[in-house]
């Protein structure tokens, strides 16, 4: 057990340093694109042939071209994740959690690149294809969400919450003998719609419930810090945004939090699972028509001879 723990850190230390490396360079790709061509693309699409640049930076320009290249396999990159889920040798490497965290990246990074390479013309095939693409990545980012609210199983969320509950409980009985927090200010942060309402909320509204109550929680989990914080403590935690030096106080929030947090996952785990089954109906047919149109857009620039 100690050498499994031992070799998994460093695996998981890796695969961050990887992700992280692969996120910096293509935020130093866009941000060495954009301040390099910032006076070509601020331009008309009537003025740019005649800026020094138009020649590179055009889609069929020498810089053009090769962003489209990266693009592609980007793009191609997307699709090793689905295919490891029916490709059994690739199941054998590394974990789903990885190979989803490659496929988030490269989702978010074929957007980037995409726009630099069309250099802002939408329009006609091309432009079709561009606004599927930010449809496809604007509902990956809602798939990413809804994978994150799914527990492997309710038993397991609820044993969970059964430990959590009685560590909370633990913890609340040595804050009230200390008289730090009042019942009504821990009541705030669980505070969730009862679960009849949730039954019958129709799925963009059980959504959206979800993605409020996951945004409110940080905001109230600083409001009970600031309840107890000094005015300079205040001020170093950003309004209680960022944890304290006092190590009882975050730990009875921690606890606080998370129980918050795996209650309202156990109560909308139903409707999530709802959300994310009509997800797949949705993404997978702009996925599909999204590749349809990139091999349209190839094919005719082959055939006008750009490359």
């Known amino acids: 057990m100690i050498v499994a723990v031992k070799m998994g850190v460093p695996r998981e230390w890796g695969h961050r340093a990887t992700i992280t490396l692969l996120a910096a360079c293509a935020g130093l790709l866009a941000g060495y694109l954009a301040w390099q061509g910032a006076g070509y693309y601020s331009l008309p699409l009537t003025d ?3 800026h020094p640049l138009h020649v590179a930076l055009r889609p069929a320009g020498s ?10 396999a980007i793009f191609a990159g997307l699709y090793l994740y689905p295919l490891r889920k029916r490709i059994k040798p690739l199941q054998r490497i590394g974990k789903t959690r990885n190979w989803l965290n490659f496929h988030v990246l490269f989702g978010l990074t074929v957007p980037v690149i995409v726009t630099f390479h069309s250099s802002g013309k939408l329009h006609g095939l091309a432009g079709m294809a561009y ?47 200390q008289s730090v927090f009042r019942e009504e200010e821990l009541a ?29 929680r940080p905001w109230r ?23 304290s030096s006092h190590v009882d106080l975050e730990r009875i929030i921690d606890a606080a939090k998370t129980q918050s947090w795996l209650t309202a996952k156990v109560l909308f785990l139903n409707r999530a699972g709802e959300v994310f089954h009509l997800w797949h109906v949705v993404h997978r047919p702009f996925s599909y028509s999204f ?14 001879g750009y490359f």
Not at 63 to 72: E, H, M, P, Q, Y
Not at 157 to 176: C, D, I, P, V
Not at 292 to 298: D, K, Q, S, T, W
């Open 48 to 50: 740019r042939p005649f």
């Open 63 to 72: 810089t053009g071209i090769r962003l489209g290249f990266a693009a592609v």
């Open 131 to 177: 606004w599927i693409m930010i449809a496809i990545v604007l509902s990956g980012i809602v798939g990413r969400y809804l994978y994150c609210q799914i527990p492997r199983s309710v038993s397991a969320a609820e044993l969970s919450l059964r430990e959590l509950q009685e560590e909370a409980e633990n913890l609340s009985t040595e804050l009230h003998s």
């Open 188 to 216: 705030a942060l669980m505070e969730l719609p009862p679960p009849e309402r949730v039954a019958s909320m129709p799925l963009l509204s059980a959504l959206i419930t979800m993605a409020s109550l996951d945004l409110r």
């Open 221 to 243: 989990v600083a409001a009970l810090r600031r309840n107890v914080l000094s005015g300079i403590e205040r001020l170093t935690t950003f309004g209680g945004l960022l944890k």
């Open 291 to 304: 590749v349809l149109l990139v091999v349209a857009h190839i094919a005719m620039v082959m055939l006008m």
